[in-house]
């Protein structure tokens, strides 16, 4: 970051300049995500706080605050250094907030009252240049900033990178600040993609500087799957567009007892803005899935499971709630898989039996696998002792044409030849069973409509990542309430977004 900074300065640009561009980004995005009045009398008016260090990370927060006032927010700065010691930009950008700010040992803002209305904290004490432990009065103003988090609900946003974690390494001190969002700037730091790092980071979303063009970098450098590595991928639609050209998505899924798991995939699959949906059933099942199905999805019982292979699909999504099956039934799967030409999104059940049959015999490229800690564990057992990062790149080292979407809390996708992408969006409240039955449905809705297939994953981990933040941020659901059936509920914001 460093050397695109001091690229940019023998171009013209200016320290104040690109400060500028950097917290017009930052207040950008909150804007996006944070959704309140524009009237700064109303109850939802938000109220940001920022808590500042003397340096240009503060000067950064302190422009977002002002973009922020300027869009009815109430501001104030919290800092334990005088408005003289700063740094001469960020003393410069706290006199042009003028009159918008509220500033004194508390900021002069009631906590208490702020339950109705979004409540952010600006982490702008530290920036990259940062190492060690946290010293005072800083490591007051952290402790500050996560007591608001835990005791007074307020939604965290670090400035570049939370302050306290190591950007090379991801690793953090004691003390350091937990965020909900990380709105890291110019560049992804690659220690904000560090496993270490995800308990402190929270979602993550760069915020792009025009002038700085980030530099080609290693092959295994891991890249930020976010909202602006991610438009332009799907075009917009002409008005002549029918159903056919949305893609034919056939979906394999459900069992007696895991019936929900099929009707999540579909869900997702629609919503994702697949043209045609077929969920293919055993005929005893039928009846019942008929009464659970949306309408809007077509559902075919088979005898065999062959008589797939000759539809009219452009996609199958295979595995969510399947069970483990019999010899007679796993058997008939693995010649499915064999002999189905195109592409195969594979997760839960149809990853367990992939791992029962050997690996080597039935992997093949076309396919994108989903699977999350305990599968890959099953499928690869010398992979399962790896950091999450080397075991995606040696998938990917052996098995070309195939695509992995590593689930977790940073899921990770990559390809033969193809770096590892780290997904940004989601959050806590995917702790729950069906989530990963949505991504399915999703994923093979997008290579439906002509994706490739680490475009197709990556994209669908953002979206149902996205999709769930959402239902947080404008919905009615909480970190405890969400369940993978809101999630396709919010697709469509999702999608939304990227326009």
Not at 42 to 63: F, K
Not at 127 to 134: C, Q, W
Not at 330 to 355: C, K, S, T, Y
Not at 407 to 436: D, F, H, I
Request: include cysteine.
């Amino acid at each position: 970051m460093q050397r695109l900074e001091e690229v940019a300065f023998k171009q013209g640009a200016t320290p104040e300049g690109l400060m500028e561009k950097a917290g017009l980004g930052i207040a950008r995005a909150i804007l996006r995500r944070y959704p309140v009045s524009v009237s700064p009398v109303s109850a939802r008016s938000g109220v940001a706080i920022a808590c500042i260090g003397s340096g240009n990370n503060g000067g950064d927060a302190l422009v977002a605050l002002r973009h922020l006032a300027d869009a009815g927010w109430r501001v104030g700065v919290k800092c334990h250094h005088s408005p003289t010691s700063l740094s001469a930009l960020p003393r410069k950008k706290w006199r042009e907030l003028g009159e918008s700010i509220t500033q004194d040992l508390d900021t002069g803002i009631n906590l208490d009252a702020c339950e109705s209305c979004p409540l952010i904290v600006l982490d702008g004490l530290l920036g990259i240049g940062a190492r060690g432990p946290l010293r005072a009065p800083l490591d007051e103003l952290a402790a500050w900033i996560n007591h608001a988090r835990d005791r007074r609900g307020a939604e965290v946003i670090a400035m570049d990178i939370p302050s306290g974690v190591d950007g090379d390494t991801g690793v953090a001190c004691a003390g350091a600040v937990v965020a909900d969002l990380t709105l890291t700037v110019g560049v992804a730091k690659v220690g904000l993609l560090a496993q270490a790092a995800v308990n402190y980071t929270g979602a993550i979303e760069s915020v792009p500087l025009a002038g700085l063009t980030p530099p080609d970098g290693p092959d295994d450098r891991p890249c930020l799957n976010d909202i602006h590595s991610l438009r332009g991928l799907l075009a917009r639609r002409p008005h002549d567009f029918h159903k056919g050209d949305a893609g034919r998505v056939g979906i394999l899924a459900g069992s007696r007892g895991m019936l929900g798991a099929a009707v999540l995939c579909a869900r997702g699959a629609l919503r994702a803005g697949a043209g045609l949906v077929t969920l293919f059933t055993e005929e005893e099942l039928y009846p019942t899935l008929a009464a659970m199905l949306p309408p809007e999805a077509m559902l075919r019982p088979v005898r065999s499971l062959l008589e797939i292979v000759d539809g009219q699909l452009d996609v199958l999504a295979v595995g969510p709630g399947m069970g483990p099956g019999d010899e007679d039934a796993n058997r008939e799967f693995f010649a499915l898989l064999e002999q189905f030409d195109r592409p195969l999104v594979v997760d839960a059940d149809g990853l367990n039996r992939i791992a029962s049959g050997g690996v080597e015999n039935h992997l093949r490229p076309l396919m994108t696998l989903t699977p999350h800690p305990g599968e890959l564990a099953r499928l690869f057992p010398d992979l399962a002792g790896m950091p999450r990062l080397e075991a995606c790149r040696a998938f990917a080292s052996r098995h070309e044409g195939a695509t992995l979407l590593l689930k977790g809390a940073r899921s990770l996708v990559t390809e033969s030849g193809a770096p590892v992408y780290v997904n940004g969006t989601g959050n806590a409240a995917m702790a729950s069973g069906g989530q990963g039955d949505v991504l399915t449905g999703v994923i093979a809705a997008l290579l439906g409509q002509g994706l490739g297939q680490t475009d197709a994953a990556r994209l669908g981990a953002w979206l149902c990542g996205r999709a769930a933040e959402f239902a947080l941020s404008h919905g009615q659901a909480s970190t405890h309430s969400l369940t993978a059936g809101d999630v396709p509920n919010w697709l469509g914001m999702a999608f939304r977004e990227l326009r």
